[in-house]
């Protein structure tokens, strides 16, 4: 079994799509409840990838999978061509334990169409579960867009009164850089050809090992750099982020800031840095300087923000500059503390999401004005909500702490020493937004009428919030469970990115002399 375990995986949510079609529409109840089941048993089937001991020893990629897919004579070969590390393993992971929560919280706010809702949850967790075990570019871009798809259409569809101009923004952001990428993809791909490398179709470890001029990879990093600049989303294209969040249903929410942002991140670690290493060593300072003023900027719109959601939104803006900034380090310190910081992202914001999702359900506003003395009426939810602030905050003792001090730890180690200074006080005014909202929320007088008849957390909402919890205290007080597995993957591909750079500082050398001759 576990020699097709990542295709079972990945393709089991749309075996289970194909029945949710073939269910009756009008039992909502039945197409939710067979939609967790799917979602819980792709969870399940992933689970072997926590416990192989495997990750700790070597920083390859396991669980290969690798099969011919289209041919045309000798200008196209693509592959099915999968494997996962240490790198991407804990984002599957978050993908698959984060996909039956997002399941279950649709269960009271989602009415009109559970159908079509239901099967395009699944047709999306397999597009994202395709992307992350991707090891062949252009497979990777079929997955890629392939998400697009249902994500648009469950804001479009089941969002807010501004769903479709959130739907059609988002669609056109993510829908410029991918066509920007998918012509480097084919460059790189002609290029690989044409020098008489042997490559296995598209294959990603192929592509690293290839010799590609610096002008050529300047402008081959910019197209990957932008398109996934959006997907994170990095200042100044983040635009679309605060719409399509605050549109989004609940479970949209949730997916698409658990998961869907972690794309854009992954991307940069996985194919954009190692394939392009001597570019991305030019634009360092420039993206290092944008991802702190995503932080700074992102940190200080939420502050003046009055909807509750579309303060989470530009929340996950500033943390997401954190994320950028460990990864530009490029260091073992900066890339670790980076993808911890993602899967920490995953559980904390989307579970401030599933808060503002109860509390939507029960006043159908998220006005932070609207509410006050919350605890007094709802100890359980008041008691929850502080424990992922202080999580989103970064608190000693929870997920978020580790992840941050990893990041700046990174960026002292490197040449962003300075950058890391400023980013230090996107700590601070994480913590004054997120006390003050918590603050105006949660205490103070009990003085609206509509807020004394509220009732607190129902046992499915609580069992909702107990796995977050659960990971949210785990990555902070014991990371080494995820680092063990994660060090050897960052460690192997740091050295090949650094290796690649050195070379190409040599050969610049080198030429230098000749010329000078």
Do not use: C
Not at 18 to 27: E, G, H, S
Not at 85 to 103: E, K, N
Not at 177 to 190: F, H, K, P
């Amino acid at each position: 079994m576990t020699e097709h375990l990542l295709s079972l995986m990945t393709f089991f949510p749309i075996l289970g799509m194909l029945v949710v079609l073939a269910l009756p529409k009008d039992n909502g109840n039945l197409l939710k409840g067979f939609t967790l089941l799917v979602t819980i048993i792709t969870f399940f089937i992933s689970l072997p990838l926590a416990f192989d001991d495997v990750f700790k020893t070597s920083g390859a990629m396991h669980y290969t999978e690798f099969a011919q897919w289209i041919s045309i004579g000798d200008y196209f070969q693509m592959n099915y061509n999968v494997g996962v590390d240490g790198i991407s393993l804990w984002l599957v992971l978050l993908t698959t334990f984060i996909m039956p929560i997002a399941v279950l919280s649709t269960w009271h706010a989602v009415d009109k169409n559970v159908k079509g809702f239901m099967a395009l949850s699944l047709l999306l967790e397999t597009a994202m579960l395709g992307a992350f075990i991707s090891l062949d570019l252009f497979l990777f871009y079929i997955f890629w867009e392939l998400m697009l798809i249902p994500m648009y259409f469950m804001i479009g569809i089941w969002g807010g009164k501004n769903r479709i101009y959130a739907a059609v923004k988002f669609f056109i952001f993510t829908a410029v850089g991918s066509l920007l990428m998918l012509v480097a993809i084919i460059y790189v791909y002609y290029h690989a050809i044409q020098s008489g490398v042997e490559v296995a179709g598209f294959s990603i470890l192929d592509f690293y090992k290839l010799s590609i001029t610096p002008e050529a990879q300047t402008w081959l990093f910019l197209a990957f750099a932008f398109s996934f600049a959006i997907k994170v989303p990095m200042f100044p294209v983040h635009t679309w982020l605060p719409d399509a969040h605050t549109e989004a249903p609940t479970a949209g929410s949730v997916i698409l800031a658990a998961i869907l942002l972690k794309m854009g991140t992954y991307g940069y670690i996985r194919f954009a840095i190692p394939l392009f290493p001597e570019a991305t060593q030019q634009f360092i300072p420039f993206l290092s300087l944008l991802a702190v003023i995503g932080i700074i900027y992102g940190a200080l719109v939420a502050m003046m923000q009055d909807d509750v959601k579309k303060l989470v939104a530009y929340s996950s803006v500033s943390h997401l500059g954190f994320v950028m900034l460990g990864v530009f380090a490029m260091n073992s310190q900066g890339w670790s503390g980076g993808i911890i910081q993602m899967v920490n992202h995953g559980v904390s914001t989307g579970a401030l999401f599933l808060i503002v999702g109860f509390i939507y359900e029960r006043r159908h506003t998220r006005a932070i004005n609207e509410f006050g003395g919350l605890a007094k009426q709802m100890p359980v939810f008041a008691t929850i909500f502080m424990i992922i602030t202080f999580s989103s905050v970064g608190l000693p003792g929870t997920n978020g702490f580790v992840g941050e001090f990893l990041i700046l730890m990174g960026a002292y180690e490197s040449e962003l020493r300075w950058f890391g200074v400023f980013a230090t006080t996107g700590v601070i005014l994480a913590a004054v937004y997120m006390l003050w909202m918590f603050q105006r929320v949660m205490f103070g007088e009990l003085n609206n009428p509509a807020n004394q008849k509220l009732k607190d957390l129902s046992a499915r909402e609580v069992a909702l919030m107990l796995p977050l919890l659960l990971f949210v205290f785990w990555i902070g007080v014991y990371p080494n469970t995820f680092f063990d597995k994660m060090n050897p993957a960052v460690d192997q591909l740091i050295q090949q990115v650094k290796g690649k750079q050195q070379v190409a500082m040599v050969e610049t050398v080198n030429h230098g002399h000749l010329e000078l001759k």
